[in-house]
Nanobody, 124 residues
Framework: QVQLVESGGGLVQAGGSLRLSCAAS????????MGWFRQTAGKEREFVAG????????YYADSVKGRFTIGRDNAENTVYLQMNSLKPEDTAVYYC?????????????????WGQGTQVTVSS
C-alpha cells in the first residue's frame, strides 16, 4: 500500500506560479509511474501530467503543455508539479497518483493509489 500526500496548493493570481509536491511512503517508489490529475465540482477527474519511473519520459494534457512541468526525485520518494502562467481555469483540487503498471496511462482508472488532494485556486 502506497501512501501519497500532496502539498503546495493555495491561492494565486492569474499569471502566477505554484509548485505542488507529492511525498510517497513506499521505498520502492521508483517502481511506479506517477501522475497528476485535477478535478472540479461536478466534473470528472482530468489528467494533467505523468512521468515514468526514470523521470525521462513525461507526458502532458494539451491544456497545460508548455506551462506545467512534472518531475520526480526517486531518492526522496517525491514527485513535483511546477505550474507557471496559471489561469483561472486551472482552479481545481489536484491529486497525485501512482501506477504500478508504468503504462504511461492518462486514464484515472489505471492508477492504483491516490493522495487526498490539494486545492489550487487561481484568481482573475
Amino acid at each position: 500500500q502506497v501512501q501519497l500526500v500532496e502539498s503546495g496548493g493555495g491561492l494565486v493570481q492569474a499569471g502566477g506560479s505554484l509548485r505542488l509536491s507529492c511525498a510517497a511512503s513506499e521505498h520502492t517508489f521508483n517502481n511506479y509511474a506517477m501522475g497528476w490529475f485535477r478535478q472540479t465540482a461536478g466534473k470528472e477527474r482530468e489528467f494533467v501530467a505523468g512521468i515514468r519511473w526514470s523521470g525521462i519520459s513525461t507526458y502532458y494534457a494539451d491544456s497545460v503543455k508548455g506551462r506545467f512541468t512534472i518531475g520526480r526525485d526517486n531518492a526522496e520518494n517525491t514527485v513535483y508539479l511546477q505550474m507557471n502562467s496559471l489561469k483561472p481555469e486551472d482552479t481545481a483540487v489536484y491529486y497525485c497518483a501512482a501506477d504500478r503498471s508504468q503504462s504511461g496511462s492518462r486514464m484515472s482508472d489505471d492508477y492504483d493509489y491516490w493522495g487526498q488532494g490539494t486545492q489550487v485556486t487561481v484568481s482573475s
